[in-house]
Protein backbone atom coordinates (compact mmCIF):
# COMPACT_ATOMS: atom_id res chain seq x y z
CA UNK A 1 0.00 0.00 0.00
CA UNK A 2 1.09 3.87 -0.98
CA UNK A 3 1.54 6.37 1.73
CA UNK A 4 1.11 10.26 1.32
CA UNK A 5 4.50 12.02 0.29
CA UNK A 6 6.49 15.30 -0.03
CA UNK A 7 8.31 16.48 -2.64
CA UNK A 8 11.67 19.05 -2.12
CA UNK A 9 13.89 20.67 -4.57
CA UNK A 10 16.65 23.17 -3.13
CA UNK A 11 19.99 24.36 -3.90
CA UNK A 12 22.99 24.56 -1.21
CA UNK A 13 26.73 25.95 -1.17
CA UNK A 14 29.11 22.76 -1.29
CA UNK A 15 32.59 22.93 -0.78
CA UNK A 16 34.25 25.45 -2.65
CA UNK A 17 31.33 27.27 -2.87
CA UNK A 18 29.32 24.91 -5.57
CA UNK A 19 26.48 25.38 -5.77
CA UNK A 20 24.47 21.99 -5.59
CA UNK A 21 20.82 21.10 -6.35
CA UNK A 22 19.10 18.75 -4.47
CA UNK A 23 15.73 16.79 -4.90
CA UNK A 24 13.92 14.60 -2.50
CA UNK A 25 10.83 12.39 -2.67
CA UNK A 26 9.74 11.74 1.22
CA UNK A 27 7.22 9.40 3.23
CA UNK A 28 5.40 10.91 5.97
CA UNK A 29 6.76 7.78 8.66
CA UNK A 30 10.24 6.76 6.05
CA UNK A 31 11.43 3.28 7.37
CA UNK A 32 14.88 4.51 5.60
CA UNK A 33 16.60 6.48 3.08
CA UNK A 34 19.07 6.23 -0.29
CA UNK A 35 20.97 8.89 -1.65
CA UNK A 36 20.83 8.47 -5.31
CA UNK A 37 23.68 9.56 -7.43
CA UNK A 38 22.60 9.69 -11.78
CA UNK A 39 24.83 8.75 -14.53
CA UNK A 40 26.78 10.85 -17.27
CA UNK A 41 25.37 13.77 -18.64
CA UNK A 42 21.91 13.47 -17.04
CA UNK A 43 20.31 14.89 -13.65
CA UNK A 44 18.30 13.64 -10.61
CA UNK A 45 15.05 14.76 -12.61
CA UNK A 46 14.91 11.83 -14.91
CA UNK A 47 14.57 9.53 -11.09
CA UNK A 48 10.96 11.11 -10.47
CA UNK A 49 9.35 8.08 -10.91
CA UNK A 50 12.07 6.24 -8.79
CA UNK A 51 12.11 8.33 -6.35
CA UNK A 52 7.96 8.26 -6.32
CA UNK A 53 7.36 4.32 -6.39
CA UNK A 54 10.20 4.01 -3.47
CA UNK A 55 8.71 6.87 -1.05
CA UNK A 56 5.51 5.18 -1.54
CA UNK A 57 6.27 2.12 0.09
CA UNK A 58 8.53 3.93 2.72
CA UNK A 59 11.69 4.67 1.71
CA UNK A 60 12.81 8.28 1.72
CA UNK A 61 14.57 9.20 -1.20
CA UNK A 62 17.05 12.09 -2.05
CA UNK A 63 19.34 12.91 -5.17
CA UNK A 64 21.86 15.31 -6.26
CA UNK A 65 22.66 16.65 -9.25
CA UNK A 66 26.75 16.09 -9.87
CA UNK A 67 28.63 19.42 -10.33
CA UNK A 68 28.32 20.22 -14.10
CA UNK A 69 25.60 17.96 -14.62
CA UNK A 70 21.32 19.38 -14.66
CA UNK A 71 20.75 22.21 -11.66
CA UNK A 72 24.49 22.29 -9.91
CA UNK A 73 27.21 24.99 -11.28
CA UNK A 74 30.12 23.78 -13.30
CA UNK A 75 31.20 23.38 -16.88
CA UNK A 76 28.63 21.37 -17.69
CA UNK A 77 29.69 17.63 -18.11
CA UNK A 78 33.44 18.58 -16.83
CA UNK A 79 35.44 17.86 -13.84
CA UNK A 80 39.12 18.52 -13.35
CA UNK A 81 38.97 15.71 -10.80
CA UNK A 82 37.37 12.98 -10.09
CA UNK A 83 37.33 13.39 -6.61
CA UNK A 84 34.84 16.07 -6.78
CA UNK A 85 31.87 13.91 -7.31
CA UNK A 86 33.55 12.05 -4.13
CA UNK A 87 33.50 15.58 -2.36
CA UNK A 88 29.92 16.65 -3.14
CA UNK A 89 28.22 13.08 -2.70
CA UNK A 90 29.53 12.78 0.91
CA UNK A 91 28.58 16.30 1.21
CA UNK A 92 24.79 15.91 0.98
CA UNK A 93 24.95 12.40 2.60
CA UNK A 94 26.70 14.16 5.91
CA UNK A 95 23.68 16.74 5.84
CA UNK A 96 21.08 14.03 5.29
CA UNK A 97 22.16 12.06 7.94
CA UNK A 98 21.90 15.45 10.37
CA UNK A 99 18.75 15.99 8.98
CA UNK A 100 17.17 12.12 10.12
CA UNK A 101 19.98 10.63 12.18
CA UNK A 102 17.72 7.77 13.08
CA UNK A 103 17.41 6.91 9.76
CA UNK A 104 19.36 3.73 8.30
CA UNK A 105 20.81 4.88 4.93
CA UNK A 106 21.53 3.02 1.86
CA UNK A 107 23.93 4.53 -1.10
CA UNK A 108 22.16 4.28 -4.95
CA UNK A 109 24.04 4.64 -8.08
CA UNK A 110 23.31 4.31 -11.83
CA UNK A 111 25.85 4.12 -14.19
CA UNK A 112 28.49 7.07 -13.50
CA UNK A 113 26.60 7.12 -10.51
CA UNK A 114 27.76 3.79 -9.76
CA UNK A 115 31.03 4.00 -9.74
CA UNK A 116 30.49 7.26 -7.99
CA UNK A 117 29.08 5.59 -5.40
CA UNK A 118 31.74 2.26 -5.66
CA UNK A 119 34.82 4.68 -5.32
CA UNK A 120 32.91 6.85 -2.61
CA UNK A 121 32.58 3.99 -0.31
CA UNK A 122 36.45 2.17 -1.04
CA UNK A 123 38.05 5.54 -0.61
CA UNK A 124 35.76 7.05 2.10
CA UNK A 125 34.82 3.98 4.09
CA UNK A 126 30.93 5.47 4.96
CA UNK A 127 29.32 3.88 7.41
CA UNK A 128 26.04 2.78 5.59
CA UNK A 129 23.40 0.08 5.91
CA UNK A 130 23.87 -1.41 2.18
CA UNK A 131 25.25 0.02 -1.28
CA UNK A 132 22.87 -0.67 -4.43
CA UNK A 133 24.27 0.02 -7.99
CA UNK A 134 22.47 -0.33 -11.41
CA UNK A 135 24.73 -0.93 -14.50
CA UNK A 136 28.04 0.59 -13.34
CA UNK A 137 30.74 0.87 -15.41
CA UNK A 138 33.09 -1.25 -13.39
CA UNK A 139 34.82 -3.33 -16.93
CA UNK A 140 38.36 -2.56 -17.95
CA UNK A 141 38.24 -0.89 -21.73
CA UNK A 142 39.45 -3.17 -24.38
CA UNK A 143 40.70 -2.44 -27.98
CA UNK A 144 39.45 0.81 -29.33
CA UNK A 145 38.03 2.17 -26.70
CA UNK A 146 41.18 1.84 -24.46
CA UNK A 147 42.93 3.20 -27.93
CA UNK A 148 40.31 6.23 -27.63
CA UNK A 149 41.40 6.90 -24.07
CA UNK A 150 45.01 6.83 -24.38
CA UNK A 151 44.29 9.22 -27.14
CA UNK A 152 42.05 11.26 -25.15
CA UNK A 153 44.48 11.76 -22.57
CA UNK A 154 47.48 13.17 -24.69
CA UNK A 155 44.42 15.88 -25.96
CA UNK A 156 43.69 16.84 -22.56
CA UNK A 157 47.34 18.41 -21.68
CA UNK A 158 46.15 21.13 -24.58
CA UNK A 159 42.94 21.12 -24.42
CA UNK A 160 41.17 19.85 -21.30
CA UNK A 161 37.54 21.42 -21.33
CA UNK A 162 37.27 20.29 -25.17
CA UNK A 163 33.96 18.77 -25.82
CA UNK A 164 33.68 15.63 -27.48
CA UNK A 165 30.58 13.34 -28.27
CA UNK A 166 29.20 10.98 -24.83
CA UNK A 167 28.77 8.28 -28.27
CA UNK A 168 25.74 6.06 -26.75
CA UNK A 169 24.33 3.70 -28.88
CA UNK A 170 21.09 4.93 -30.26
CA UNK A 171 19.24 2.38 -28.60
CA UNK A 172 21.02 1.52 -25.66
CA UNK A 173 19.39 3.05 -23.37
CA UNK A 174 16.16 0.59 -22.83
CA UNK A 175 13.99 -1.06 -25.24
CA UNK A 176 11.23 1.17 -25.23
CA UNK A 177 12.12 3.97 -27.82
CA UNK A 178 10.37 6.62 -26.08
CA UNK A 179 12.72 6.54 -23.56
CA UNK A 180 15.30 7.59 -26.09
CA UNK A 181 13.14 10.28 -27.27
CA UNK A 182 12.22 12.16 -23.72
CA UNK A 183 16.25 11.66 -23.53
CA UNK A 184 17.25 13.66 -26.49
CA UNK A 185 14.22 16.51 -26.08
CA UNK A 186 15.53 16.80 -22.26
CA UNK A 187 17.30 20.43 -22.03
CA UNK A 188 19.23 19.40 -18.66
CA UNK A 189 20.64 16.33 -20.46
CA UNK A 190 23.86 16.81 -22.20
CA UNK A 191 24.89 14.71 -25.38
CA UNK A 192 28.79 16.16 -25.01
CA UNK A 193 31.20 15.44 -22.29
CA UNK A 194 34.87 17.29 -21.95
CA UNK A 195 38.33 15.28 -22.59
CA UNK A 196 39.36 16.09 -18.91
CA UNK A 197 35.66 14.05 -17.42
CA UNK A 198 36.53 11.50 -19.82
CA UNK A 199 39.77 10.73 -18.51
CA UNK A 200 38.92 11.02 -15.03
CA UNK A 201 36.30 8.01 -15.54
CA UNK A 202 38.58 5.96 -17.48
CA UNK A 203 41.29 6.27 -14.58
CA UNK A 204 38.41 5.96 -12.04
CA UNK A 205 37.46 2.65 -13.32
CA UNK A 206 40.53 1.21 -13.58
CA UNK A 207 40.82 2.61 -10.41
CA UNK A 208 37.94 1.15 -8.66
CA UNK A 209 36.92 -2.32 -11.19
CA UNK A 210 38.87 -5.04 -8.95
CA UNK A 211 38.12 -3.10 -5.12
CA UNK A 212 35.37 -5.00 -4.32
CA UNK A 213 36.80 -6.67 -1.28
CA UNK A 214 36.70 -3.47 0.19
CA UNK A 215 32.92 -2.91 0.32
CA UNK A 216 32.33 -4.51 3.65
CA UNK A 217 28.59 -3.08 3.56
CA UNK A 218 25.73 -5.31 2.05
CA UNK A 219 25.97 -5.33 -1.84
CA UNK A 220 23.62 -5.18 -4.29
CA UNK A 221 24.35 -4.71 -7.85
CA UNK A 222 21.65 -4.83 -11.06
CA UNK A 223 22.20 -4.48 -14.92
CA UNK A 224 20.59 -5.38 -17.51
CA UNK A 225 21.87 -8.19 -19.68
CA UNK A 226 21.26 -6.55 -22.75
CA UNK A 227 23.44 -3.30 -21.71
CA UNK A 228 25.50 -2.54 -24.58
CA UNK A 229 27.04 0.35 -22.91
CA UNK A 230 28.54 -1.05 -19.43
CA UNK A 231 29.90 -4.42 -19.40
CA UNK A 232 27.93 -6.46 -17.05
CA UNK A 233 30.61 -8.43 -16.79
CA UNK A 234 32.95 -6.34 -14.65
CA UNK A 235 29.60 -5.76 -12.36
CA UNK A 236 29.43 -9.70 -12.10
CA UNK A 237 33.14 -9.51 -10.61
CA UNK A 238 33.05 -6.56 -8.37
CA UNK A 239 29.74 -8.45 -6.61
CA UNK A 240 31.55 -11.79 -6.25
CA UNK A 241 34.55 -10.12 -4.67
CA UNK A 242 32.41 -8.36 -1.89
CA UNK A 243 32.16 -10.15 1.09
CA UNK A 244 28.18 -9.51 1.74
CA UNK A 245 27.88 -9.01 -2.69
CA UNK A 246 24.75 -10.26 -4.96
CA UNK A 247 24.24 -9.85 -8.51
CA UNK A 248 21.34 -10.06 -10.61
CA UNK A 249 20.97 -9.29 -14.29
CA UNK A 250 17.63 -9.10 -16.25
CA UNK A 251 17.33 -11.21 -19.41
CA UNK A 252 16.24 -8.68 -22.36
CA UNK A 253 17.45 -5.28 -20.72
CA UNK A 254 19.42 -2.35 -21.89
CA UNK A 255 21.56 -0.05 -19.97
CA UNK A 256 19.23 2.13 -17.93
CA UNK A 257 16.61 -0.75 -15.98
CA UNK A 258 14.65 1.53 -14.32
CA UNK A 259 13.28 2.75 -17.34
CA UNK A 260 12.22 -0.44 -18.65
CA UNK A 261 8.89 -1.09 -19.04
CA UNK A 262 9.28 -3.65 -15.81
CA UNK A 263 11.33 -1.24 -14.14
CA UNK A 264 8.77 -2.12 -11.03
CA UNK A 265 10.05 -5.23 -11.27
CA UNK A 266 13.71 -3.93 -11.04
CA UNK A 267 12.50 -1.75 -8.22
CA UNK A 268 10.80 -4.86 -6.77
CA UNK A 269 13.77 -6.69 -6.61
CA UNK A 270 15.51 -3.34 -4.91
CA UNK A 271 13.04 -2.36 -1.99
CA UNK A 272 12.95 -5.99 -1.39
CA UNK A 273 16.99 -6.01 -0.35
CA UNK A 274 16.33 -3.00 1.10
CA UNK A 275 14.17 -4.61 3.42
CA UNK A 276 15.91 -7.48 3.75
CA UNK A 277 18.62 -5.69 5.61
CA UNK A 278 16.73 -4.00 7.69
CA UNK A 279 15.15 -7.16 9.03
CA UNK A 280 19.27 -8.76 9.18
CA UNK A 281 18.35 -11.13 6.75
CA UNK A 282 21.55 -12.60 5.27
CA UNK A 283 23.03 -11.54 1.76
CA UNK A 284 22.16 -13.98 -1.24
CA UNK A 285 23.19 -13.94 -4.73
Same mark, same amino acid.
Given at each position: ?75 ? $? ?44 ? /???? =? ?13 ? %? @????? &? ?20 ? =? ?20 ? &? ?5 ? $? ?5 ? =? ?6 ? %? ?8 ? @? ?14 ? &? ?18 ? =? ?10 ? %??? /? ?10
Amino acid at each position: MSTPLRRYELSVQGIAARSLYRRGWLPRAPRAAVLLAHGLAEHSGRYEHVGTWLAERGIAVHALDHVGHGRSSGPR $CHVDRFEMFLDDYGFVLDALRKESPELPFFLLGHSMGGLIVSAFVC /ERGP =EVSGVALSGPPLAIA %E @GALRR &KMSFARLLRMVAPKLRIAAGLP =EDGLATDPAVREAYDADPLVEH &KLTVSLA $CELGAWV =EHTHDRGA %EVTAPLLIQH @GADDPICDVRGGQAFA &KAAPRGGHRSYAGLRHEIFN =EPSYQEVLSDLL %EWI /EGRLQGEPVSS
